[in-house]
T-cell receptor, first 110, second 115 residues
Framework: RKEVEQDPGPFNVPEGATVAFNCTYS??????FFWYRQDCRKEPKLLMS???SGNEDGRFTAQLNRASQYISLLIRDSKLSDSATYLC???????????FGAGTRLAVHP | EAGVTQFPSHSVIEKGQTVTLRCDPI?????LYWYRRVMGKEIKFLLH????????ESGMPNNRFLAERTGGTYSTLKVQPAELEDSGVYFC?????????????FGQGTRLTVV
């Protein structure tokens, strides 16, 4: 089983839609998780960290469910500029490296 | 402030040749990581330096890959001899501390094509 698994996607949504991505992890000792965004042929960039209490940044909300070992990312009021690949990322019980999910592609259309 | 820079941005080499990738981390970042994404697969960890020391090299595919970080500043990743399956995008990332919430900053990557 992969350490971090994501929805396969792609998600094709109209502007203004709400879209949710889920990600599961296998190592129950993992403490920190992140959502990274990667545009085509660009480097991954941190979108937001994920905390147990959940956190919100504008249109983006991230949640961590430790009991079920999954992480979610909710994007409200999708914009064309949100089109990208969203990477679920966690460390395997430590902080010395990042373990990436395969990524979920989001395409927002007019 | 300059971000993580990688050189070259693209490299096309023949099977059996040698290629050296370079990464300049953000100044002051002791932690430097190499990652690789091969076509259709997820980004995978290769190794981690803390200053000039290899902290974790568990992700290095085989002994054809050699990473160095002399002086604890920039790092090089040499592939010798290159094989077709080495093709992919090689990312470097740097991080200030090891705390879980510390952000890792990525370079734009080197796209390696072995033909």
């Amino acid at each position: 089983r992969k350490e971090v698994e994501q929805d396969p996607g792609p998600f094709n949504v109209p502007e203004g839609a709400t879209v949710a991505f889920n990600c599961t992890y296998s190592n129950s000792a993992s403490q920190s998780f992140f959502w990274y965004r990667q545009d085509c042929r660009k480097e991954p960039k941190l979108l937001m960290s994920v905390y147990s209490s959940g956190n919100e940044d504008g249109r983006f909300t991230a949640q961590l469910n430790r009991a079920s070992q999954y992480i979610s990312l909710l994007i409200r009021d999708s914009k064309l500029s949100d089109s990208a690949t969203y990477l679920c990322v966690g460390p395997p019980g430590g902080y010395n490296k990042l373990i990436f999910g395969a990524g979920t592609r989001l395409a927002v259309h007019p | 402030e300059a971000g993580v820079t990688q050189f070259p941005s693209h490299s096309v080499i023949e099977k059996g040749q040698t290629v050296t990738l370079r990464c300049d981390p953000i100044s002051g970042h002791d932690n430097l990581y190499w990652y690789r994404r091969v076509m259709g697969k997820e980004i995978k960890f290769l190794l981690h330096f803390v200053k000039e020391s290899k902290q974790d090299e568990s992700g290095m595919p085989n002994n054809r890959f050699l990473a160095e970080r002399t002086g604890g500043t920039y790092s090089t990743l040499k592939v010798q001899p290159a094989e077709l399956e080495d093709s992919g995008v090689y990312f470097c990332a740097s991080k200030l501390g090891l705390a879980g919430g510390t952000e890792a900053f990525f370079g734009q990557g080197t796209r390696l094509t072995v033909v």
